[in-house]
């Protein structure tokens, strides 16, 4: 089973900064796109970002311009970084991999456990 571990969320200021990480774990075979969506309270899950193993990358448009998506394939790891933070921006921020793991049959989506990001106004 492959898992997602992410890191870096927490509490921020407003126009402040956040960098978000998350690593898949070995059991993998390959990875096609990886993103990052995010779920605020009484909302649907939305996307941030994502970004094909070719690196091209594609952006909600309430975030272009602030975040960026990158990853480093040879540690099967993505990373959002966040700059210009906005209190519309608290939300629960969650890894996804279209990957395919080790003694499965094909490509699955695969998700992080989710981690907290809150901007204070």
């Known amino acids: 089973q492959v898992q997602l571990v992410e890191s870096g969320g927490g509490l921020v200021q407003a126009g402040g900064s956040l960098r978000l990480s998350c690593a898949a774990s070995?059991?993998?075979?390959?990875?096609?796109?990886m993103g990052w969506y995010r779920q605020a309270p009484g909302k649907q899950r939305e996307l941030v970002a994502t970004?094909?193993?070719?690196?091209?990358?594609n952006y909600a448009d309430s975030v272009e311009g602030r975040f960026t998506i990158t990853r480093d394939n040879a540690k099967n790891t993505v990373y959002l970084q966040m700059n210009s933070l906005k209190p519309e921006d608290t939300a629960v921020y969650y890894c996804?991999?279209?990957?395919?793991?080790?003694?499965?049959?094909?490509?699955?989506?695969?998700w992080g456990q989710g981690t907290q990001v809150t901007v204070s106004s």
């Open positions: 996804n991999a279209f990957a395919w793991a080790l003694l499965t049959t094909g490509y699955k989506d695969y």
């Open positions: 070995a059991r993998i075979l390959r990875i096609n796109a």
């Open positions: 970004i094909s193993n070719g690196g091209s990358t």
